[in-house]
């Protein structure tokens, strides 16, 4: 199992590097990435491992490249589709013009957990509700990529884009010299850039901006503090913030100081228990009224969940449609809706065939790969479909593109998605070229999660 005899015109460079390399050289470079990883921390906690959660990702060496003109055609999909995204919140937060319109049905937003209502007929700044967006997108041919889900809520992995390269840039710095990759280490630059853009009615000059992380027990937490620092700014829980007098406040050791912008990376549920949850610990009492007060700003909004359900996302094409009357630039993978009778029926007759997802499922959890279900899986989806298909779609097992990646047996094709991350700011779209690909490391598995023993590496955009 080795390197293909036919190369695709970006790789050159790599197969070229690759063939010069000895198979114990690339060896050795691997456990030297394996090393850097760990000293630096970067970790990531599986919930269900049981014991010590933390653990490496594993990293393949071999990068993932795309040529300029491919990536200039996603980029303007994503800021195509973002621009929907956004449009869609705030629509259904205020006059509901595309529900009114017959365009996407009431019930699928109304009825749906992330729709909240308290943030109807609140103007947020700008118009923005999801300024970082994880867009997963796959891609199977020459020029063809499919979107398979939105995040636009917390989307994580971005800090693993970035220590990506920076263990590529050490390890093979002759590599990086000869290569013309579009750098990605300016995302932190970018990201508070996109931050300040979106001040509260209520900011009187530059914003002070912060990062609200729910604690060290996160699953996320190494990228929470890595990305606070990259950015310069404070790093804070729930209890370091006050809110007085519909005013946010960071606890500092010389005296309380105003909060204007949080990136949060904490749930609607969990960030204020006066209105939400109200066993939370990690939220902020009365953060909600200094939103609405135009004290404080919360990035992502609340209630931005309601663009990243698995079911709306059926709806996205529409959406581009009638909010920027405009064709879609990206695809859709085709989709079952299983609260649909027809759809249900087909699906349960073609369960081995289909990938079925939980609607409000993330992180590769409720989720069903047909094709490689043991019966009991398939017995128990069955099961779980006809007691609640409102909670499932389903989607055909495209055949998803390889690329090389370093295994036990040598370089072989293994899947591979991509997640690019779109900034949405007061003043522009923020892109940074590439994004986070993941890897299934298991010969003929499509599943990429981390959570699901996934891998990651370097994605390269050539700038020429």
């Known amino acids: 199992m080795g390197w293909p005899d036919h190369t695709r015109a970006p790789y050159a460079l790599v197969d070229a590097w690759l063939k010069s390399l000895p198979r114990p050289q690339l060896e050795l470079k691997r456990r030297e990435a394996e090393s850097l990883f760990r000293r630096i921390g970067i970790t990531f906690a599986v919930y269900t491992d049981g014991g010590d959660p933390e653990r490496l990702i594993p990293f393949d060496l071999i990068p993932r490249v795309l040529a300029q003109a491919e990536w200039q055609n996603l980029k303007l999909g994503l800021e195509q589709r973002v621009k929907a995204l956004n449009a869609f919140i705030h629509d259904v937060y205020h006059g509901r013009e595309i529900i009114r319109a017959g365009r996407i049905p009431e019930h699928l937003v109304l009825n749906n957990a992330q729709f909240r209502p308290e943030m109807a007929g609140f103007d947020v700044p700008c118009g923005i509700y999801s300024h970082i967006a994880g867009i997963d997108m796959v891609r199977t041919g020459p020029d063809q990529y499919y979107v398979l889900e939105d995040n636009c809520r917390t989307p994580s992995g971005v800090s693993y884009m970035v220590e990506n390269r920076e263990v590529m840039l050490r390890l093979f710095p002759d590599l990086f010299r000869r290569a013309s990759v579009a750098p990605v280490a300016h995302y932190p630059d970018e990201l508070l850039e996109t931050l300040r853009s979106v001040p509260p009615v209520n900011c009187k000059g530059e914003p002070t901006v912060v990062l609200l992380t729910p604690g060290i027990h996160n699953s996320a937490y190494y990228e929470h503090a890595f990305l606070a620092d990259e950015m310069g700014i404070d790093l804070v829980e729930g209890a370091d913030l006050l809110v007085q007098n519909d005013v946010c406040y960071m606890r500092t050791t010389s005296g309380l100081e105003r909060v204007d912008v949080i990136y949060r990376r904490i749930d609607d549920d969990f960030i204020d228990p006066l209105v939400f949850n109200p066993n939370s610990m990690l939220g902020v009492p009365g953060l909600y009224f200094a939103y609405r007060a135009g004290n ?169």
């Open 296 to 464: 404080v700003n919360l990035t992502n909004g609340i209630g931005a969940g309601i663009a990243d359900d698995k079911a709306v996302y059926i709806h996205v094409p529409e959406m581009i449609r009638f909010y920027l009357g405009e064709e879609p630039l990206l695809s859709n993978v085709p989709t079952w809706d299983c609260r649909k009778a027809d759809d249900l029926k087909y699906v349960l007759a073609h369960l081995d065939q289909l990938v079925v997802k939980a609607v409000h499922g993330s992180g590769g959890y409720g989720m069903l790969v047909g094709p490689h279900a043991s019966k009991a899986q398939l017995a128990e989806f069955t099961q779980l479909l006809k007691t609640r298909p409102t909670d499932y779609i389903a989607q055909p097992t495209l055949a998803l593109s390889t690329v090389p990646t370093f295994v036990e047996q040598g370089i072989a094709p293994r899947h591979v998605d991509l997640r690019p991350f779109v900034l949405s700011g007061g003043d522009r779209i923020r892109i940074v070229p590439g994004g986070l690909t993941r890897v299934a490391l298991t010969e003929g598995s499509l599943v990429v999660n981390s959570s699901q023993g996934g891998g990651t590496k370097d994605t390269w955009v050539l700038e020429t």
